[in-house]
């Protein structure tokens, strides 16, 4: 049986009450008393500072994480889309010239002339019509095969570990970036917020920011809530009042809570001042959202990081007609939004990831949907990304148990190169943010990279750098082993085609130099990947004619 979202479109008070739930209780004449409603707030006892809220930037004027943006000369942004429901990647990203992708999705599977390609072997979804023009614009990234060891297939538990960086079997119970931002300033509850750090928009990611004792965000389960903030600088509606016990409690809270948001001037001069250049196709939904995110940083808001939502992932039935729609409103709502960040050069400073809890099985029911399956694609947007295709196209007849797909990307690894690569945070930030040793994955474009220090090797295998680099026609794949194993070296080219297996094969313990001859191949950027038996390294190769 599939579990469902355990998220709501209700303002949160958490301990699992919600506004409309605390109404519905008023109206029923049930007494709960104040030091219960604040608990469930998470508010302290005197009321005097908001649990969910965040903390002033300036109180975190000394993190590395802002320091590193500070480094950089720039407020880099990142912006979070999730797929909630598990996103069907074969159906997303599709193996149209492999003949067994057609035998096991008889009726489901995209049509080969209606397929959008990206390279001989791959093409989008024929919806995903902005996104492939993105991607002929070098400023989209597809990474295939996104996963992690010992996948869940419960969207709860699977959720959790990628909003957590965290195994599906101990999930921790503070996010990736709520833990960072707890461990560096535990006394940011009792600093005066002036605006937030880290803002959500729509459901999904409860954990995201979650620190040891409260969030380190602001969240907006919808759109509507986020206008009245915007608009009056309060969230809930104290005219509400029941002639009751619990009324007067209600409205006792909800007070309390509007007066503890410190972020309506700064949210309000943001709306003010940003504006859209471009239209968007809705002003609901993840388009509403991205539009609002878009006035926000152009209204120079402040804040570094951003989530939002699109759900119905979830497809076990009746998929066609559905994921269409979805993907039709994804590539719609992410086209306007780089659109319009390019159109005075805010592309450059924003990356966008979509991200979602898991893929589907590889074989059709027989409901004509899909079930809950591991590894996926994921897509990566920005002036800044390398672009191209990377990483390995999962094989539809080698197989996970179980009949799912392998991956070859641990999405832990993407999120260190996002920290280290993008903000700039060194090695040890990295490693005290996310444990665990994953393979950097290189998505941005080198002029970007802000920490060039180089990552650490794991003990096994040690990748030296190549030279020359950049090259004209050969150069050296330079490597260290610390034991005999197989290694093998490929090439690919940005489209993801393999051009280039330079060694495959058993080799001896210690310093080995393999040449790469580029023959005939035109200039541009390449990927080596070096893969032994428990380590998977890239480096980029520059080859100048």
């Known amino acids: ?126 919806s995903l019509v902005s996104f492939e023009r993105l991607y002929q614009d070098g400023v989209m990234q597809v990474l295939r095969g996104v996963g992690y060891e010992d996948p869940s297939l419960s969207h709860f538990s699977s959720t959790d570990a990628w909003l957590t960086a965290d195994s599906a079997k101990n999930i921790d119970s503070t996010g990736w970036l709520g833990r960072y931002l707890t461990q560096e300033y535990p006394e940011f509850i009792s600093t005066n917020p002036t605006y937030p750090l880290a803002l959500q928009l729509g459901n999904g990611a409860p954990l995201l920011f979650q620190g040891s004792a409260s969030r380190m965000g602001i969240a907006f389960p ?43 001037e700064s949210i309000q001069a943001a709306a003010n001042k940003g504006s859209n250049l471009v239209e968007y196709p809705s002003n609901l939904g993840l388009s509403g959202n991205l539009a609002v995110t878009a006035k926000l940083i152009r209204g120079r808001l402040g804040t570094n990081i951003y989530h939002l939502n699109l759900g119905g992932f979830d497809t076990h039935s009746n998929q066609l007609n559905r994921h269409q729609s ?31 809890e898991f893929g589907r099985r590889i074989y059709q029911n027989g409901s004509g949907g899909t079930d809950h399956g591991t590894s996926a694609p994921l897509f990566m947007f920005g002036g800044g990304v390398a672009g191209g295709l990377i990483g390995q196209q999962p094989s539809l007849t080698q197989l996970e148990p179980g009949g799912n797909l392998s991956y070859n990307i641990d999405f832990r690894g993407l999120y260190a190169s996002i920290l280290k690569d993008w903000f700039g945070l060194s090695e040890s930030e990295v490693t005290s943010l996310i444990t665990g040793s994953f393979t950097p994955v290189p998505i941005l474009d080198s002029s970007f990279v802000t920490n060039t220090e180089p990552w650490a090797v794991p003990e096994s295998v040690r990748l030296l750098t190549n030279y020359p680099n950049p090259f004209r026609d050969r150069t050296m794949i330079d490597f260290e082993l610390e034991r005999g194993q197989s290694v093998r070296i490929d090439v690919f080219d940005v489209a993801g085609k393999n051009v280039a297996t330079l060694v495959n094969r058993p080799l001896q313990p210690g310093r080995h130099q393999i040449p790469f001859e580029a023959g005939s191949l035109r200039s541009g950027t390449y990927f080596m990947r070096l893969t032994t038996e428990k380590d998977v390294q890239t480096r980029s190769l520059s080859l100048v004619r």
């Not at 992708?101 to 959008?116: A, F, Q």
């Not at 009245?228 to 104290?238: L, N, Q, T, V, W």
């Open 1 to 126: 049986m599939c579990d469902h979202d355990h998220t709501s479109g209700n303002v949160q008070l958490g301990a699992g009450i919600s506004l409309e739930d605390g109404e519905k209780h008023a109206q029923a004449h049930v007494t709960w008393s104040r030091r219960q409603f604040l608990q469930g707030l998470g508010l302290a006892t005197t009321g005097s500072a908001f649990g969910f809220g965040a903390s002033t930037v300036r109180a975190f004027s000394t993190s590395p994480l802002l320091q590193s943006l500070s480094r950089s000369g720039t407020d880099r942004i990142l912006v979070l889309v999730q797929l909630s429901g598990g996103n069907d990647g074969l159906n997303t990203v599709v193996p149209y010239t492999d003949p067994e992708y057609y035998r096991i999705r008889p009726s489901i599977g995209i049509p080969e002339n209606s397929v959008l390609p990206l390279s001989a072997e791959l093409g989008l979804h024929p």
């Open 326 to 356: 979805l993907m039709q409103q994804l590539s719609d709502a992410i086209g306007a939004f780089m659109d319009d960040l390019k159109a005075d050069g805010w592309d450059k400073e924003v990356l966008v990831m979509t991200f979602s």
């Open 222 to 264: 919808n759109l509507a809530l986020l206008n009245r903030f915007a608009a009056d600088g309060a969230i809930f509606d104290e005219s509400f009042a029941p002639s009751t016990s619990f009324g007067s409690e209600l409205s006792f809270v909800k007070s309390v809570a509007n007066d503890s948001f410190q972020f309506a």
